[in-house]
């Protein structure tokens, strides 16, 4: 979709559409929706008067003006009570509106920004352009028949009246086209079969973006990873056919800036290994590397949008079946920092290939650490599926983390990791097991990532229930969300 600026105003525009939008009634009509009232001649209070469009949040009425106007339609789209409103709203509408006019068959369409409440031009283009791209997002790559049945928007066209407004709502169409492009990349991973995306396939994603982004990358076959004594890694790559990657990205390497480290869980396909998992749903366990996919893309994101920082993106990715190689409950593995551990179940297999993952991180002396992971069902039955699990040892990352999760409305709610817990992992034979009880699930796979990144602040962002969903929302349709690329990438802009 091509997004284009020109300096116009909404009345005198000619175009196939011209989206509006409008506060709940009695809200007065204000900016461009006002202006387009009165050189329609009262024609849209006139349609609100009537109860034929009330403003309800999400609300569309599409209407024809006859030549009244140069535009052809207009669409009318709720942003519901003045006094509720904010950007999470905002992006939502954007979506809504996108999708009934793709839905439409109409294909290109223009949109004014003007201030809104107290939101000006250059956020509300960025979270504007944010929720339209998102909401259009399909996935349709291996779809062949009746490809000609997909609708599309081909064009957006966005109105600023003076030069001032045309630079900002630029600025913030840049901005939101970086970041949404990213997340939808994300998604197309998530969504990606098993067969496809895999981790060399995903090692050559990383490099192509090292190359395009210069970029230091660095991809560890599972001998190496052996050789350097990541026994957890290595020991869950060990069971499948196709080769395991460990891979170290680097933005910015050398610059004298603060240096974040980013790990995610790059699991391309999870059978539970020998405790396999039920074959009902299995076919979801494709979406197993959703933190591999919001790591890789945010540093795709903070490289467009030149972030002064260091990152340091690590991804140890594998599958995890069942072999005559597969590793076992009862195994006792030795990780990269030392420590050892019992093997309890192989389907908590994600915990430790981050184990040797965090401590990798540690050697680049981060400021902070972050994980992403798909890493507890027990965080879905705590949570639901809309929210993060957040888990840390630094109350100022958290902090931040959960800043940065109410301006992008990826949502994150904070979870303990009291000394107490650790009690459910204590083993026998090794210095901890990789799985406690059925109680505190989430937690348990919290404290267990604790014990591998030292002192350093760091925060566990478990994603199982927002990675991948059954039910669309405003800006997210179903399937593979992308979550945790725009909750990063406003934590890495407003780094402090």
């Known amino acids: 979709m091509n997004i284009r600026i020109e300096k116009a105003i909404a009345e005198k525009f000619s175009c196939e559409l011209l989206l509006l939008f409008a506060f709940e009634s009695p809200e007065p009509l204000e900016g461009p929706t006002q202006n387009v009232d009165l050189t329609w001649k009262g024609f849209l209070s006139a349609i609100i008067n009537q109860g034929d469009f009330k403003g309800e949040l999400f609300e569309n009425r599409l209407l024809h003006t006859q030549g009244a106007i140069p535009a052809k339609r207009v669409l009318l789209t709720g942003l519901g009570k003045k006094e509720e409103f904010d950007l999470e709203k905002w992006r939502g509408a954007a979506a809504k509106a996108g999708r009934f006019i793709r839905d439409s068959g109409i294909k290109q369409f223009s949109f004014q920004i003007k201030r809104l409440k107290d939101f000006q031009e250059e956020e509300l283009a960025e979270n504007f352009v944010t929720g339209l791209v998102l909401g259009l997002y399909q996935f349709n790559d291996f779809k ?43 998604r197309n991973l998530v969504n990606g079969p098993g067969n496809q995306v895999t981790p060399t396939l995903l090692a050559e994603k990383a490099k192509q973006i090292a190359k395009d982004h210069s970029m230091e990358i660095q991809v560890m076959e599972v001998s190496e990873a052996a050789a350097m004594g990541m026994g957890a890694f290595t020991a869950v790559a060990q069971g499948s056919q196709e080769p395991g990657k460990f891979i170290v990205l680097e933005y910015n390497k050398g610059k004298g800036l603060d240096t974040i480290a980013l790990v995610g869980k790059g699991i391309t396909f999870d059978s539970g290994g020998i405790s396999i998992k039920p074959s009902e749903s299995m076919e979801r366990m494709k979406d197993d590397m959703s933190g591999a996919a919001a790591v890789l893309l945010t540093l795709l994101a903070a490289s467009r949008l030149q972030i002064p920082l260091h990152l340091v993106g690590i991804i140890p990715a594998t599958e995890n079946l069942p072999s005559g190689k597969a590793y076992k409950p009862g195994d006792v593995l030795k990780t990269l920092s030392g420590q050892t551990v019992e093997v309890i179940s192989t389907d908590a297999e994600g ?7 965090l401590t990798y991180s540690l050697r680049y ?9 798909t890493l507890t069902g027990a965080c879905v039955i705590a949570l639901g599926d809309h929210v993060i699990g957040l888990l840390g040892n630094e109350e100022s990352l958290q902090k931040k983390i959960e800043e940065a999760s109410q301006k992008t409305g990826e949502k994150a709610w904070r979870l303990p990791l009291w000394d107490e817990y650790f009690d459910y992992m204590k083993s026998d034979v090794a210095d901890f097991r990789n799985v406690g009880t059925r109680a505190a699930g989430t937690i348990i796979g919290g404290i267990f990532l604790s014990k591998f990144v030292e002192k350093t602040p760091w925060v566990h962002l478990d994603i199982a229930g927002p990675a991948f969903i059954e039910k669309e929302r405003p ?22």
Request: charged share 30%.
């Open 144 to 186: 062949t028949l009746e490809r000609e049945k997909i609708k599309t928007v081909e064009e957006v066209i966005l109105l600023g009246e003076a030069d001032q407004e045309i630079q900002s709502i630029g600025e913030g169409a840049r901005k939101g086209t970086i970041i949404s492009d990213s997340v939808c990349i994300a």
């Open 351 to 357: 915990r430790l290939i981050l184990a040797d993952a």
């Open 365 to 373: 002396k981060p400021k902070a650490i972050i994980d992403l992971a």
């Open 475 to 496: 800006y997210i349709p179903k399937g593979g969300t992308g979550v945790g690329v725009r909750l990063l990438v406003q934590l890495l802009r407003d780094w402090r």
